[in-house]
Structures are given as C-alpha cells and as structure tokens.
C-alpha cells in the first residue's frame, strides 16, 4: 500500500425506496449497487465492498457476481466481499469465485471471510447452527491453504477430504483475504494464527475500544511467526455537506433498520438521544460533514493503527441519491482531508 490509509465504502445492497417511498424491486437495487461501485472509483476511493445476506431486506445474495458487474465498468478500485459467510460456503468454491473474479478485474479482488451475524443461510443451505464454531474453524483452516495456492491436502468433518488436489482457475498475483471479527478476543486469535489480515466490524461503542483487540492481534502475529500483516475497521455511516443535513437523512431509515433488527434480537427501539450519542466523536457512526467525518476517520486509524478504513454507506431503506452523494464526498472531500491529517 503506497498511502497512509486506504478509505472504502462497503454495501449490503440494503432495499432502498423509490421518489415515492415504496420499497424497491432487489433488482433495481442491484444495478444501483453496480451504479454506487462505478461512482466510488470515479470519487477516488479505494475499496468497495457488498456483504452477502439471504433475507428479503438486503437484495445481494451473491457478492461475487455483483462485483463483476462492477470490475467490468472500472479499472482501478479494489473490489471485494464484505462479508463473505464462509461458515456456510464451501471454502474451495469460494476460491474459485474469487479466483475468477481477481482474473476479470486484473487483480483487484479480496475477501473478508466471516462467521455471519445474520444466521438465515445456515438452515437454508442446510447447515446446522450447533455446528457454528467448528464450521469456522474448519472452513477457515482449509481456505488458509488454498491461498497458498499449492497442492492442497485436507481433511475434517465439514466437508469432504482433499488429496494432493489443485485448485482453479489459479490467480496471477494471489488474492488478499481478510477475517471479519466483531470483537470476539478468540477470533482476533484465530485469524492471527492464520496469518491473515484483520477486519474489525465496529457496530457499537467507541472505536478506540477496540485497542485491546489490535494490540492481542499483533502480539499473536508475532508469537506465531508471521510477519506483520494490515488491520482495517468497518463503521456505518453517510456524509452530507453539513452535520445537521447528514443526521436528518440518515435518521429515520436508520431507527426504521435498527427497529426491525431489534424486534428479530431482543434489542429495545432505536432512540433518538442513543443515535446521537452514537454519531458523537466517540461513537461508532462516521456521520457528518466531510470535515467532521474526516477527523473521525484519522483519529480512530491512527488510535487502532488502521490500514484501512471502510464505511457502510447503505442504511436499509436510504434512498440511492444520498448514498451517491455520500460516496462522492467522502472520495472528493474527506479522503484527502484524512491523508493530508494522517501525513502531518
């Protein structure tokens, strides 16, 4: 990586509404998610990511072929899952998909590899949940081989055993994958003794929290033998021209998201006062005006040593104008604003 920090913008393909408030068709959605990846690269941003869910409120069920679409209308932004539910995948044909996918965008492809904080694929490809950890570890464990992209010889109780056995289609300068964790100590190690890079999934609280976690990652780096490897950081957020204009679009389509997901888990409604305090310089949302969210995005990398620092712009049923407006400025305005932080 040639600059301080690499600023993405990440997508679940959330089902936005239309001009007159009614849900979107998911495939409308998604030719506006390959719309929103063109327009990041056009901003000048470094990532982008779309997340993989099976329930009727995200539309992007398969990441991979959304991200193909967009590798085939740009040529320079980093293009990846985020996440990728390894748990219930098979880790040789996620592989291949990105495999393929690296191939069709000359390069470009990387994965974040995670458990799943939503469950919905596991009955529906008929995993079962008591299995959750071992699928994991298993699963993680054989796709740290395949990177290597040798002969590969495996075996365990989640999928069938591997021989000698070659993998393709090869890439040509091997594929970057990361781990998703969402604070779990016993994750950051797993990855760690992998030797895989670190993606922190940073929902609630203050960022800087999560020190704890970047110091037991590099620590378990080093005590495994591996040498240093990048940490980044996803947090939900938008940007608008002014503070108030951000806060007053994101609000409703935010409580609205976190009110359903809090009726699936047992979490009290969204508030109000609890949003605020959650877009404050020491909460979790990135929300503001470029020269707001570029102060919070230099603090919290420098404080957690970031590599990378990524925001998920959707926000349920955000329409597609805003997200496209935020994704303009974070690339035309607040990513040189950070760089230029970070530098001095």
Excluded: C
């Excluded at 055993?161 to 990361?178: C, D, K, S, V, Y």
């Excluded at 005590?223 to 490897?229: A, D, R």
């Amino acid at each position: 990586m040639d600059q301080l920090l690499e600023i993405g913008v990440e997508t679940f393909g959330d089902v936005t509404e239309d001009d007159d408030g009614r849900p979107m068709h998911h495939a409308a959605v998604l030719r506006n998610v390959v719309a929103e990846g063109v327009a990041a690269e056009e901003a000048g941003l470094d990532f982008f990511g779309v997340g993989e869910h099976h329930r009727d409120d995200y539309a992007v069920s398969a990441p991979e072929v959304v991200l193909a679409a967009i590798a085939a209308r740009t040529a320079r932004i980093r293009l990846g899952s985020a996440v990728t539910v390894l748990s219930s995948d098979d880790p040789v044909r996620v592989f291949q998909r990105f495999s393929t996918l690296d191939a069709l965008s000359s390069g470009r492809a990387e994965a974040i590899l995670g458990r799943g904080s939503f469950i919905e694929s596991f009955p529906l490809f008929g995993y079962d949940l008591g299995d959750y950890e071992v699928l994991f570890e298993e699963k993680l464990a054989l796709f740290a081989q395949l990177l290597k992209e040798d002969a590969v010889t495996w075996s365990g109780s989640t999928r069938a055993a591997l021989h000698n056995q070659r993998i393709f289609p090869p890439t040509e300068r091997g594929i970057r994958a990361w781990v998703g964790v969402g604070g779990s100590p016993e994750s950051v190690i797993r990855a760690a003794r992998h030797g895989l890079p670190l993606f922190l999934a940073i929902i609630g609280g203050n960022p800087l929290a999560f020190e704890g976690l970047t110091r037991l990652y590099r620590r378990t780096l080093e005590q495994s033998g591996h040498p240093v490897q990048p940490i980044g950081a996803h947090t939900h957020g938008l940007v608008a021209d002014t503070d108030e204009e951000a806060l007053e679009i994101l609000w409703p389509h935010y409580k609205r998201t976190m009110d359903r997901l809090g009726a699936e888990r047992g979490w009290p409604p969204a508030s109000r006062q609890r949003f605020l305090a959650s877009a404050s310089p020491a909460g979790n949302l990135v929300v503001g005006s470029p020269e707001t969210v570029a102060k919070k995005i230099a603090h919290v990398s420098q404080g957690l040593g970031l590599s990378r620092f990524d925001i998920k712009y959707s926000a349920g049923t955000l329409p597609h104008a805003p997200m496209m407006r935020s994704i303009e400025l974070l690339g035309t305005k607040v990513k040189p604003m950070v760089l230029d932080m970070l530098a001095s």
